[in-house]
């Protein structure tokens, strides 16, 4: 099994571009989340997925960020325009039905905007 | 909303000896308590984790502990070794699938 795959690892960006971010879950895991890490707060959850359906977005910071599942085996999450204050590493897990499991996580997308 | 504190936020330890970590947590609803250990340049992977019908885990030189009425959990890690060096995250959730996680112990293992 590959676990959880994300692309790009590294991403350098200006102010004011659109950056996306990819993930392909484990195959088989129903639930899809999206973390956003930084020195400053931690491991924050931004959104996450049950069978592509978003259900909890409540920790997406703003408007400026979106996430999408279109398929059981890829989401992405976007940023547009980003800006210096959203530098920090973004990964994304995916775990399957079950109270009480494990969630995988993917090596994470390293993000610096200039 | 559940929050999670976790202490101290830098450990430095001998190899050998014990090191222990602390959370506590709010949300008396919370149920399932997993720990997560990173190493440099990875994600968080599962190390242990221990549910509210039960006190104590053990699975080698890793411990857990769960006091629910002071809403209080614990990471034991016996004889530490260098490659036990990273940082270390508890978290806590109701038993569905949106958990908290802590801010993070750093821990250091001197050989």
């Known amino acids: 099994d590959a676990g959880v795959i994300q692309s790009p690892r590294h991403e350098v960006t200006e102010m004011g571009q659109e950056v996306t971010l990819r993930c392909k879950p484990i195959?088989?895991?129903?639930?899809l989340f999206w973390y956003r890490q930084t020195m400053m707060r931690g491991l924050e959850l931004l959104i996450y997925?049950?069978?592509?359906?978003?259900?909890?977005d409540s920790g997406m910071p703003e408007d400026r960020f979106s996430a999408k599942m279109p398929n059981a085996s890829f989401s992405t999450l976007k940023i547009q325009p980003s800006e210096p204050r959203d530098s920090a590493v973004y990964f994304c897990?995916?775990?399957?039905?079950?109270?009480?499991?494990?969630?995988?996580f993917g090596p994470g997308t390293r993000l610096t905007v200039l | 909303g559940e929050n999670v504190e976790q202490h101290p936020s830098t450990l430095s330890v001998q190899e050998g000896d014990s090191a222990v970590i602390k959370c506590t947590y709010s949300?008396?609803?919370?149920?399932?308590f997993p720990w997560y250990k990173q190493e440099l340049g990875k994600g968080p992977q599962l190390i242990i984790d221990?549910?509210?019908?039960?006190g104590e885990k053990k699975d080698q030189r890793i411990a857990v502990t769960l006091n629910k009425t002071a809403k209080h959990f614990s990471l034991h890690i016996t004889e530490t070794q260098p490659e036990d060096s990273a940082v270390y995250f508890c978290?806590?959730?109701?038993?569905?699938?949106?958990?908290?996680f802590g801010a993070g112990t750093r821990l250091f293992v001197k050989a």
């Open positions: 897990a995916s775990t399957p039905s079950g109270k009480y499991n494990e969630q995988f």
């Open positions: 195959s088989g895991h129903d639930y």
């Open positions: 997925f049950n069978n592509n359906v978003p259900i909890d």
């Open positions: 949300d008396s609803a919370s149920n399932y």
């Open positions: 221990i549910r509210s019908n039960v």
């Open positions: 978290a806590a959730s109701t038993g569905g699938f949106k958990t908290i």
